[in-house]
């Protein structure tokens, strides 16, 4: 891991509207997506990177989804050695995980990444036509956290 594999540290703002689909409907709104499943799961420190993996695994099963039911993925890839392990391990295809560039090419901007890789997703998501979207991001110490979406029309 060094500076030359790893994502650059940018300012960043973001925010985005959760919501019930009552509160959707009382609104007028119209969802962009709908969640589907989230999991949270952590590895030994040592491994830290690869807390995603666990994470995405068990988002799978409580979306009752496999691997390739996966159209589109963002992987925070905090370090190009993060990424590349998190995709073999879950079997992604690598032609549709951060398709419009990772953080090593939009950056990190910390307390605003969630942010911006689930609305990087669902605009890729809807650019795309795809049905079901992956996020993750790997947590500091072995951590990761997993979110599937599913667009809305």
């Known amino acids: 891991v060094t500076a030359g594999n790893s994502s650059g540290l940018n300012d960043g703002a973001a925010a985005l509207l959760v919501a019930s689909s009552a509160a959707v409907e009382r609104g007028g709104w ?14 030994a420190p040592e491994q830290m990177g690869i807390g995603p993996v666990p994470a995405t ?13 996966i159209g589109l993925a963002e992987l925070n890839e905090a370090f190009a050695a993060q990424a590349v ?7 992604l295809d690598p032609s ?3 398709i419009s560039g990772g953080a090593i090419a ?16 669902v605009h890729g998501m809807r650019r795309r036509g795809v049905r079901y ?4 991001m790997c947590i500091g110490v072995g951590q990761g956290i997993a979110i599937i979406v599913e667009s809305v029309s």
């Open 96 to 98: 549709v995980v951060n």
């Open 30 to 43: 119209s969802p962009m997506a709908r969640i589907v499943a989230s999991a949270v799961a952590g590895v």
């Open 106 to 121: 939009l950056g990190h901007p910390l307390g605003c990444s969630g942010a911006r890789i689930l609305t990087t997703l």
């Open 57 to 69: 695994r068990k988002a799978l099963a409580r979306a009752g989804l496999s691997a390739p039911d």
């Open 85 to 91: 392990p998190c995709m073999s391990e879950l079997g």
């Open 133 to 136: 979207g992956l996020a993750t």
